[in-house]
């Protein structure tokens, strides 16, 4: 059964790097484009979706699934595991600072520019690549 829940555990987490990688691309894009214009609503469209039918559920499971590979493995007894679950708590804060995101467009609130979200497009990755680290290395 391990072996199953840790393939779910991956494709979930997958799905969701997918829509954090996506949905800041997508708001680098919507940044620019005129409020209530034919290309912002569908923009508004697109990132709803996004975030409640594939980012949501996948975060959801990830933490499932991941929890239960946690238990089954033990892993709070070991040093790396504990960097990986604080990343993955920022990781999440950073799927609900999305969310405020998509909600802000959706009420066509232009508080930020295209700059900041061609930032915060980076984040996912940074984290990502620190979390493969820990996991793959186990450095301590």
């Known amino acids: ?11 979930s987490v997958i799905a969701w790097m997918a829509g954090l990688l996506y949905l800041p691309r997508l708001m680098v894009y919507h940044a620019v484009s005129a ?6 609503e569908t923009f508004k469209v697109m990132e709803r979706r996004l975030l409640k039918a594939i980012m ?7 933490w499932l699934f991941g929890l239960w590979t946690m238990w089954e493995i033990q892993a709070w007894q070991q040093g790396w595991f504990h960097v990986k679950l604080l990343l993955v708590v920022v990781m999440s804060a950073f799927h609900g600072f999305c969310a405020v995101w998509v909600r802000e467009f959706a009420a066509d609130s232009r508080r ?22 820990m996991v793959v290395v186990k450095p301590f």
Request: proline residues 7%; aromatic residues 10%; hydrophobic residues 50%.
């Open 56 to 62: 949501t559920p996948a975060m959801l499971s990830s």
């Open 35 to 40: 409020p209530g214009s034919e290309q912002s």
């Open 112 to 133: 930020r520019k295209q700059r900041f979200f061609r930032f915060m497009n980076e984040i996912p990755t940074l984290l990502m690549v620190v979390i493969v680290i």
């Open 1 to 11: 059964m391990y072996e199953w829940v840790k393939a779910l555990h991956v494709i």
